[in-house]
T-cell receptor, first 112, second 115 residues
Framework: DQQVKQNSPSLSVQEGRISILNCDYT??????FLWYKKYPAEGPTFLIS?????DKNEDGRFTVFLNKSAKHLSLHIVPSQPGDSAVYFC???????????FGTGTRLTIIP | DADVTQTPRNRITKTGKRIMLECSQT?????MYWYRQDPGLGLRLIYY???????NKGEISDGYSVSRQAQAKFSLSLESAIPNQTALYFC??????????????FGPGTRLTVL
């Protein structure tokens, strides 16, 4: 039972344009969400997070949006740069859970 | 120097062999985790440990065992490797959270192939 789903295995975006990566979850106990970025031959690294008390969190070119009623979050990257080419995982957890549940990942390719 | 290291980085072994993957961290974190990554399945938790005396099974612990030798060391063993354990394995650490898991820091991964 996949509780965190990333339905797009891959995404290609022109350099300078907006990249939008989507994530859906089914467990209503999840109330804290994270995005991790992974380059080949490296471990995932933390990118940005959002708590369910917010619907938006920004960090530079990266913004995460949360729609609790739809159980959906998205990561926006503006403008997209070649160095953003990586696999992006969304992850979710709940208060007292103390473990992360990861999605299947989306491979983002930025086209120069 | 990397904060979370994994050895070996690559390993090819045969069905039935015993394999140990090791993880060390210099971040001073209490919590350590082992994940495996498979294409199309994302990262799945195998085992986790919140301190030296605390070991917990994750969602896919069958066929694996772990040992937390010290705060900084957490090893994963495959007692009798089988081909469907071929995967990329990651160790991660985190600090003690306030009811939530704190940000997890990952090692570079071990690519394991079981023939």
């Amino acid at each position: 039972d996949q509780q965190v789903k990333q339905n797009s295995p891959s995404l290609s975006v022109q350099e300078g344009r907006i990249s939008i990566l989507n994530c859906d979850y089914t467990n209503s106990m999840f109330d804290y969400f994270l995005w991790y970025k992974k380059y080949p031959a490296e471990g995932p690294t933390f990118l940005i997070s959002i708590s369910s008390i917010k619907d938006k969190n920004e960090d530079g070119r990266f913004t995460v949006f949360l729609n609790k009623s739809a159980k959906h979050l998205s990561l926006h990257i503006v403008p997209s740069q070649p160095g953003d080419s990586a696999v992006y995982f969304c992850a979710a957890t709940g208060f007292g859970n103390e473990k992360l549940t990861f999605g299947t990942g989306t491979r983002l390719t930025i086209i120069p | 120097d990397a904060d979370v290291t994994q050895t070996p980085r690559n390993r090819i072994t045969k069905t039935g062999k015993r394999i140990m993957l090791e993880c060390s961290q210099t971040k001073g974190h209490d919590r350590m985790y082992w994940y495996r990554q498979d294409p199309g399945l994302g990262l799945r938790l195998i085992y986790y440990s919140f301190d030296v005396k605390d070991i917990n099974k994750g969602e896919i612990s069958d066929g694996y065992s772990v040992s937390r030798q010290a705060q900084a060391k957490f090893s994963l063993s495959l007692e009798s490797a089988i081909p469907n354990q071929t995967a990329l394995y990651f160790c991660a650490t985190s600090d003690r959270g306030q009811g939530y898991t704190d940000t997890q820091y990952f090692g570079p991964g071990t690519r394991l192939t079981v023939l």
